[in-house]
């Protein structure tokens, strides 16, 4: 795969199903490098497979799809070139959509009241006087801002006290062709300054739930309560006991109770996330104790559905499996929970209705395509993965399991470019750390490969996919066993000829920049480093980041001396590898002083670095930035590579030596800092 690919890459979200099993729609992704925005389309996927997948819409990003319960509608979010995404109604017997929505800072996606004519949904209502809401007002003109809690602001969004997500409703027109007619006005449920987000209809539609936080201790731990209120916005009710951390309620069809994902326990002062995973959890409708419907220290929720899914009696969920995403069948009654979809694949969504069940599912050739699931088994409804794949720039990995130096297994890849080599090679390090590497396409992985780069990846201990247990091991120990089992990994991996041992780079994001930072200090066997949004200096992380304010005290431990200890900062007076620092300016999760602080100190002391600044961009960047910042990313670490590591492209297929020619000639974003600020020392 070659950087420019990014632009064949399709990415399906959750579907949706027709109430009479026959249809599928799907919103499909795409990164456009030509107009450096993001664009989806709606497809329409017949289940039983009688007919290919077919465009339904063709705005310029359509999401989030939704039928009505009668099946008369198709709701969607959709957002021109520009602008910010407003529901929209589309006839699903064909003709026009409509939109219904005009929010200054867009509408959330919607959910169907039961009688097919109203939608609920939440939008961010701006204070007045901020964001555009008076003319000639630009946010430097505004009112200082007053700050009376830790949780402020948040990575992607920026302020959020002054930009509350509210619950609204909005009725369908009463005339739904006459495209004069006014649009009934939208009516505003929930108030306050507290998020109200993931609303769902009680059956009877005589009440919306929703998830909020308006406990007494809110802003000083995690909690997030499911709450009831009727459509006109009276009658508030606190269903859940600030305990845990909900999201994502759904009522069963008798009203009696909600399936909500969630983590039960938050520990003694409901601030510890780690190692307590979400699970699918019931809830009495009118208020009590939640009740996990799996074992948090076994499972872990994974797929990446807007909801808690119901169906037949039954929560479906992916629950994330050693590099997998299986789906699973739990029923309600207390049933064993029966796997629907496993084997090396990520189930990324789902859906269903009339007992057929819809996934999204990625495996390592495509980001996703649809799987249906009956009672006759399973059946491949789409090739989104397709033209990616007809480049024959996608590379295998293969499964290998390595022993840790006091014998703990540690499971991972190792994606090896054709040919015999020996290939330089590239030890990868993920974010998390409460995360894992997957079976699903990795575009980083397949970019590095094509140049000639094998890519060592594997989930150490901290990550999750492996219960709760491998997880917890390394509370108050970063540094410890997760740097011996990357390690250990690397080591077995270079067992095999194909692979140098004596060109061999190291790179990893947030976590996984701290866990890359650690290790160059510790050892000089690594030829280059690449260090992105890294956490390297828990102390400023505390103060500056939107999550440090619980989460250094609960990873590394609230004693002073212990942070201390397992800083990357503290020990990079040491380091002489050659680091390429890569961070996003807009940067809330890991903020921007700390990768500036850990290249001010390898310039300064004659370490070959350089500090490669991305404007605009969040945490997310590699998975989510723009188009460009993307592509301008990868041609820069293929440069940095180039440099240090020397990939031969005599090496590769025809087809996959401008990659590394490209590379080692510099580049075109190396020649012309477009993109991303470079300042090399």
Known sequence: MRPTDLALLRTPGTPTVSPDGRMAVVAVGWPDLATDEYRSQLWAVPTDGSAPARPLTSGHRDTDPVFSPDGRWLAYLGAEAGSRPQLHVLPSAGGAPRRLTDHLLGAGPPVWAPDSRRLAYAARVPEHGRYGTVPGVHAGAEAPRLITSPVFRLDGVGFVRDRPSQVFVVALPADFVDDAAPRPRPVQVTSGDADCTDVTWRPDAGELAFVSVRHERAGRDLVRDVHAVRPDGTGLRHLTDSRADCAQPVYTPDGTSLLVTAVPDLGPDRA?????????????????PLEPLLDPEVHRRGDSTA??????????????????????????????????????????????????????????????????????????????GRDLGATGRLHRAQERTASAPDGHPVHGWVTTPPGPGPHPVLLTVHDGPFRQYDRGLCDETQVHVSAGYAVVRCNPRGSSGYGAEHERVIRGAWGGPDADDVLAFLDAALIDPALDPDRVGVLGGGYGGYL?????????????????????????????????WHLADQYLGADPERPAAQSALEHADVISTPTLVVHAEEDRRVPLEQGQRLYVELARRGVPAELLLFPGEGHDLPRTGRPRHRLARFEHLLRWWARWLSPTAEALPADERGTVEEAAGGGRLARDHVHGHGVTG
Do not use: K, N, Q, W
């Open 516 to 548: 890359t930072t650690l290790l160059v200090a510790r050892t000089d066997r690594f030829a280059a480093a690449a260090v992105e949004g890294a956490l390297t200096d828990p102390a400023s992380f505390v103060g500056t980041s939107d999550v440090g």
């Open 272 to 288: 510890d996330p780690v190692a307590r995973p979400a699970v699918p959890c019931r809830l009495p409708a009118v208020g009590g």
């Open 307 to 384: 909801a808690t899914v119901l169906a037949d009696g039954a929560v479906l969920v992916g629950v994330e499996r050693r590099g997998t995403v299986e789906l699973l069948r739990v029923p309600l009654d207390g049933g064993a929970p029966e796997t629907l979809v496993d084997g090396p694949f990520v189930v990324r969504g789902v859906a269903a209705a009339a007992g057929v069940v819809v996934a999204t599912v990625a495996h390592d050739r495509s980001a996703g395509e649809l799987l249906a699931i009956t009672g006759a088994g399973r059946r491949l409804l789409t090739g989104f």
